[in-house]
């Protein structure tokens, strides 16, 4: 019964912080330093990769109308968009598919801890303020998400390899990216919505082969605490994504850059005293 509670706590935090840009894994390996469930290694480590599957449900839910490239209520020419915005889609997402199978057992052996996401934190919380100053006058290129071409996709999905470092946020680095190259907030915002699809499912597909490849089993317990933590996460992600929506209509992105900086600076000084002492 612990186990479904802490699961729900997690399932929380993954469903805020998915889609804001201030890393869901980020959150999840600081939240797991004090939120220890009862089970494996290797269970807690699937789980938080495969509860994302939870938010990014959200989005098809959201966005099941846009994202259908079958659906009978769209013109010929809408039904076209749509499948062109899903090769863009693929085209964006490649990138980290080929770096990410290449790198996954490194990263998990080796980036996964406090210190690395101390220092993602603030480095993009500083480049989030930095950007935002610099674009205070610009008008963005694309407004239209229809309009992004299939080069500026990819470049997004370039940004989105640094997000294979915990504590970035996939989607802070992709928006950040998207700024950066002419889009608007809002196109920005979307398109990373929709580059987290493929990119999650397949995340959440590799981890679960590894954990039965690996020995891996799911026991009634084990079942009920990943359902709980998935449907936790749709949920508060579903909220989330409607309040970043309507957010970044009137706002800019600066206050998760201090939100970054900030709990940065938390992490490091409680960590670090907790080493000295």
């Known amino acids: 019964m612990l186990d479904i509670i802490k699961a729900i706590i997690l399932g929380i935090v993954e469903g805020i912080t998915e ?11 600081l939240v797991n330093e004090f939120i220890k469930m009862s089970q494996t290694t290797q269970f807690t480590d699937m789980f938080n990769v495969v509860i994302q599957l939870g938010a990014i449900m959200a989005v098809v839910v959201l966005y ?20 062109v915005l899903w090769f863009k889609v693929i085209v964006a997402v490649l990138p980290s ?13 080796h980036l996964m801890n406090w210190e690395v996401v101390s220092a993602m934190l603030l480095l993009y919380g500083i480049l989030f303020i930095v950007i935002e100053n610099r674009n ?39 928006i950040l990216g998207g700024i950066l190259i002419g889009t608007s907030r809002y196109v920005a915002t979307e398109f990373s919505f929709f580059l987290a699809i493929p990119t999650m499912f397949g995340a959440s597909l590799l981890k679960v082969y590894k954990y039965f490849h690996h020995g891996g089993t799911f026991d009634g317990l084990q079942t009920a605490v990943l359902l709980t ?38 992490v490091i000084g409680y960590f670090g005293l907790r080493v000295l002492i």
């Open 19 to 29: 889609f804001l840009p201030i890393s869901s894994t980020g959150h999840l390996i």
């Open 229 to 266: 933590g998935m449907l936790v996460s749709f949920v508060v992600a579903y909220l989330a994504i409607r309040f970043l929506l309507n957010y970044i209509q009137h706002n800019n992105f600066k206050a998760f850059g201090w939100y970054r900086i900030i709990l940065s600076i938390v």
């Open 136 to 174: 205070a006058n610009r008008k963005p290129q694309f407004t239209d998400l229809n309009r992004l071409s299939y080069r500026t996709a990819f470049i997004i999905g370039m940004f989105q390899l640094l997000s294979l470092v915990p504590g970035t946020s996939r989607s802070g680095a992709t």
């Open 64 to 83: 099941f109308h846009k994202l259908n490239p079958l659906s009978p209520k769209k013109t010929h020419l809408e039904q076209h968009d749509t499948w």
């Open 97 to 109: 598919v080929v770096i990410g199978l290449l790198l996954n057992d490194w990263m998990d052996a």
